[in-house]
């Protein structure tokens, strides 16, 4: 009953964000977004520093900025530990505490599976319940003799991300094959699942494996054959001695057995470096728990519904791959049907009967162990977090052996990561995946890890700079923001920017200069996460990826624009689908490939493999004979051993009653079947895994598909959501100029324009609209964005209708002459001087604001003669870096990002009016002033409660850090920053 109550919790919390709103409705949460749209972050402690006062302070700080969830992990890097060990009873007791403070504050907290961000084990799990490899050693012989020989232990075989070691040894078996058989199947590394590298930061590392139809054939001698193995397990004695009568020639010993992967925690607090919980056992999974999450529920309970701890999270995998788990010959036979053990000598690399025989049985070995994952790790931790009442998110790259889109779909809620735009990887392909796991699910939130950072970020970014690549996310269907990083405050505000999570992330915390104006930007984000919450995407392209594991989905190169990380989707959205959840979820209705309650597609395009399986080419049969429009090569055999060789024969029979032919043909072919058509030849056939999409979108175009989106000068980015009353397009500008263009959307009712820096909506009177495609003139400054929204079903516009769809402005008065301005002495600044004229502070005389970081504030009286009854903004022209606005005592709100305006109509006055503009800049200017004389190293700071190590540091005059946040602080300037203007009152 228990475990049936949270279940219906959980789902109705999930029904809850996916049911849709009324355009009214809408309309009136716009302008205040529910606690599901708002933001999170990562919540990460430095091993053992942690204060039960700051945590309090730091969960305040976040509900007062507008966030309302959280991951909360402890790690150990680049910070000497404190006092408070991970899983000590007082470390349980702040966790209750962090929990009871969320619950009041009404804050959701995720934790994650393992000490560490990434993984689940610790030093509870022992050797034999870790991650495993079938590991070998080899030792020449010569026969025609007794030989007495002692077999080496098979080395563990790790790779360069594992730090563990560990003595686990258990021998499988042992084999004598003749000398000649030496390994020559290419990349058996990564095809025996030895090592599976990390995608996003290690060069040349393969998105998928390739499966051939034809193999590279080999001398008999250097193919072995069963007869030629002898299995001489029997004669390993137990002191690892072999005594055996070998028969003549030259022969090789290869000892097999399982050990350890040395996968462990990481970057874990040092009292729980441990091993890595087995990934294919639920037993060593569930000990893991035992240890860890079971002891945290029963010190909660019992726990407040919907808030305080929620959520069990699955980091970024970064654990690497394991190919072997007790009991893998008997699960093996099983799901695949034979027995394995014939072929165990394929781990060495050796050919077994012939490469492409090998090289099945390893696509085979790969699908075992992708299974086992699958359902003994990933779906075992989703049925534990149901039990407990708890929602299941996933972040399912970067060094996944199971395949990226299997494994994140089993999350309640997907998660992808990406980093600040030049200040770290590539994970741009990691948005790509998560949007279609949750497009293709019909689930309506997708979170991210957002703008993790690597350590030459410096504090140099704040919601500004980040607009462009926010909206960017935004666009491809990010919808719940998870800021890398908040790191604990253990050392109190009087210590800023205080502890940072080592050298990494975009220090997204109390510690920042701009904290207090952050507000602002937050609700930016919710109002258009809540957009993009509504109903279903809306995407043309569902691209297949190949079957087999591993598997990353890498669209066409031209499918996105050439931005570095910041890629963007062309004017027919796309999605990817695995083979496994095509054959379980697809249907067609209308002639589009369906999910049920998800996004439906025009067109699906297989991937270019020569390999197929019957059960998936079936599914493809059935989906073209239902309707659907499908664009792909057909496949010559199998890539499996499955059913050897009655499944090629099953392949070609298959192949040739929905194609026809192999022959390709050399213009583009339609082959009509039921209700539908496969497409191929001509421009469509191609040496990469998919065709180009300029090919694909001329296909769509004879198709009478129009592209969803377009600008006339393809300067702006878009992500298209359709409800039962609305269609919601997000259309932003991705440059930073100014832009004046007609945009296209494939809608048709009355337009409007709902801003999200500021909740306000109105109609768009000037629009075309032609057969179904509406066209509307546009203007953008730098970076914005807002939703055009369509409502009303067909709307005939007016085509004398000239009006303007943007108001125009005009210059009431320029504020000039001199400002009073207040800097705070705690960082350095004056507390009252004068400005003659606004400038830059790094430009002045006094190293005291030439060096200043924090808040100043404008104070200025200006005089307003006539007012009238037209709406009044004040204009901030330059602004580094965010500012605040307060008239007549009545504040007004931030401004953070183009145009750097705010509307003042309802403190104006006409007369005399009392001007306050709070600016704030960077860390930057301070922290490089505190490196010179006379400010360098001139306090020390000891923390006698054990933080820090308890060590004595010196620091500068003002701020203090943590040391590896400071290692590649290189600044030989200060950044720009105050208020530079001209300031300006505008008429509307």
């Known amino acids: 009953m228990l475990y049936f109550f949270v279940v219906l919790l959980s789902i109705g919390w999930l029904f809850s964000c996916a049911k849709e709103e009324s355009t009214a409705g809408l309309k009136q949460v716009f302008q205040n977004p529910p606690d599901s749209a708002r933001p999170g972050v990562y919540w990460y402690f430095m091993d053992g520093n942690l204060s039960r006062i700051e945590m309090t302070k730091d969960l305040e700080s976040m509900k007062e900025a507008g966030i309302t969830n959280l991951i909360f992990l402890e790690v150990g890097i680049g910070v000497p530990r404190g006092s408070v060990d991970f899983m000590s009873e007082e470390w349980q007791e702040l966790y209750v505490h962090a929990v009871r403070e969320a619950e009041r504050l009404g804050i959701k907290i995720l934790l994650g599976a393992g000490p560490g961000w990434c993984g689940s084990g610790g030093p509870w799990v022992k050797p034999e319940e870790s991650m495993k490899h079938l590991v070998y050693s080899e030792l020449e012989i010569k026969g025609g003799k007794t030989v007495d020989v002692l077999l080496p232990i098979p080395k563990q075989r790790s790779t360069v991300w594992h730090t563990m070691k560990d003595p686990y040894y258990e021998d499988v078996a042992v084999y004598a094959v003749p000398a000649s058989a030496v390994p020559v199947i290419e990349d058996i590394n990564e095809k025996a699942l030895y090592e599976r590298d990390p995608y996003t930061s290690k060069p040349n590392v393969k998105p998928y494996l390739p499966s051939l139809a034809n193999y590279e054939e080999l001398d008999e001698d250097r193919v072995l054959a069963q007869s030629e193995i002898v299995d001489v397990t029997k004669f390993l004695q137990a002191d690892g001695k072999l005594v055996w009568d070998a028969p003549l020639g030259n022969w090789t010993i290869i000892r097999m057995g399982k050990r350890g992967t040395g996968a462990s925690t990481r970057p874990s607090p040092e009292p729980v470096i441990g091993l890595e919980s087995n990934k294919m056992d639920t037993a060593a999974f569930r000990n893991h728990l035992r240890n860890f999450t079971d002891i945290l529920l029963a010190k909660t309970a019992p726990r407040k519904e919907g808030v305080g701890w929620t959520g069990f999270h699955i980091d970024s995998w970064e654990s690497g791959a394991q190919n072997c788990t007790d009991g893998i010959i008997e699960e093996f036979k099983q799901r695949r049907g034979y027995d394995p053990e014939p072929y165990l000598l394929a781990y060495t690399g050796r050919a077994m009967g012939s490469v492409e025989i090998t090289e099945r049985f390893l696509w085979d070995l790969r699908q075992t162990c992708k299974e086992l994952v699958l359902e003994n790790h990933v779906e075992f931790a989703k049925a534990y977090a149901h039990e407990n009442g708890l929602e299941l998110t996933i972040e399912p790259y970067d060094m996944n052996p199971a395949g990226d889109i299997d494994l994140g779909a089993i999350a309640d809620v997907i998660m992808a990561e990406f980093w600040s735009d030049g200040f770290g990887f590539d994970a741009s392909y990691a948005v790509l995946q998560a949007t279609s796991i949750a497009h293709i699910k019909g689930d309506p939130v997708v979170g991210a890890e957002v703008f993790t950072s690597q350590p030459t970020q410096a504090w140099q970014l704040l919601p500004g700079n980040m607009k462009n690549q926010s909206d960017w996310a935004l666009a491809h269907g990010i919808n719940r923001f998870v800021y890398h990083t908040f790191a604990h405050k253990p050392l109190g505000d009087e210590h800023r920017p205080g502890m940072t999570m080592g050298r990494y992330g975009v220090h997204w915390d109390r510690g920042q200069t701009w904290w207090p104006m952050v507000g602002a930007y937050h609700e930016y984000i919710s109002r258009c996460s809540h957009m993009m919450q509504q109903g279903q995407v809306i995407s043309d392209i569902l691209y297949l990826t190949p079957e087999g594991a591993p598997m990353v989905f890498t669209p066409p190169a031209d499918a996105i624009t050439e931005n570095g990380t910041i890629p963007d989707k062309k004017g027919y959205s796309f999605d990817a689908c695995s083979p496994k959840i095509l054959m379980e979820r697809t249907r067609v209705e209308n002639g589009k490939i369906a999910f049920e309650n998800a996004t439906s597609y025009e067109l699906l395009v297989l991937p270019n493999f020569e390999t197929m399986t019957p059960e998936l080419l079936e599914k493809v049969i059935s989906l073209v004979e239902q309707g659907a429009n499908v664009v792909g090569i057909p496949p010559q055999k199998s890539p499996s051993l499955v059913n050897y060789p009655a499944c090629d024969e099953e392949v070609q029979k298959l192949a040739k009653k929905l194609w026809g032919t192999y022959e390709i043909p050399d213009e583009l072919s339609k082959k009509e079947m039921g209700k539908g058509a496969m497409y191929w030849g001509g421009k469509l056939k191609t040496d990469e895994l998919y065709p180009s999409y300029k090919v694909t979108a001329e296909l ?133 001087i004068r400005f003659d004229e606004l400038l830059d502070w790094t430009t002045h005389e006094m190293r005291e604001i030439k060096y200043y970081s924090g808040i100043a504030t404008y104070r200025k009286i200006f005089e307003l003669e006539t007012l009238s009854e037209k709406q009044y903004y004040i204009d901030l022209g330059e602004v580094n870096d965010i500012a605040r606005v307060i008239l007549n005592g009545e504040d007004l709100g931030v401004i953070w990002c183009a145009p750097w305006r705010i509307n003042i109509s309802a403190a104006l006055k006409q007369g005399v009016n009392e001007l306050e503009i709070e600016v704030a800049n960077r860390w930057v200017n301070r922290l490089l002033g505190d490196q010179q004389e006379p400010d360098a190293n001139v306090r020390t700071v000891k923390f006698e409660n054990g933080l820090m190590g308890g060590k004595e540091y010196k620091t500068g005059r003002y701020t203090f850090t943590t040391k590896q946040s400071m290692e590649a602080f290189r600044f030989a300037e200060p950044l720009s920053s105050g208020l530079l203007g001209p300031v300006r009152i505008l008429e509307m």
Do not use: M
């Open 700 to 832: 769509l175009a004879q198709l009478n598909i129009d592209e969803d989106f377009k600008s006339d000068n393809n300067s702006i980015r878009f992500g298209h959501r359709k409800t039962n009353e609305q269609d919601i397009y997000f259309v932003a500008n991705r440059t930073n100029e100014f832009q004046k263009t007609a945009c296209t959307f494939r809608a048709v009712g009355e337009p409007e324009l709902w801003i999200g820096t500021t909740g306000k909506t109105r109609k768009i009177p000037n629009y075309t609209v032609e057969n179904g495609v509406t066209t509307i003139p546009l203007e953008f400054f730098p970076y914005e964005s807002f939703f055009v929204t369509f409502s009303g079903g067909e709307n005939k516009a007016d085509e004398n209708n000239n009006t303007s769809n943007f108001p125009s402005f005009a210059e009431v008065k320029t504020i000039e002459g001199a400002w009073d301005v207040a800097f705070n002495p705690k960082f350095g600044g004056p507390e009252n």
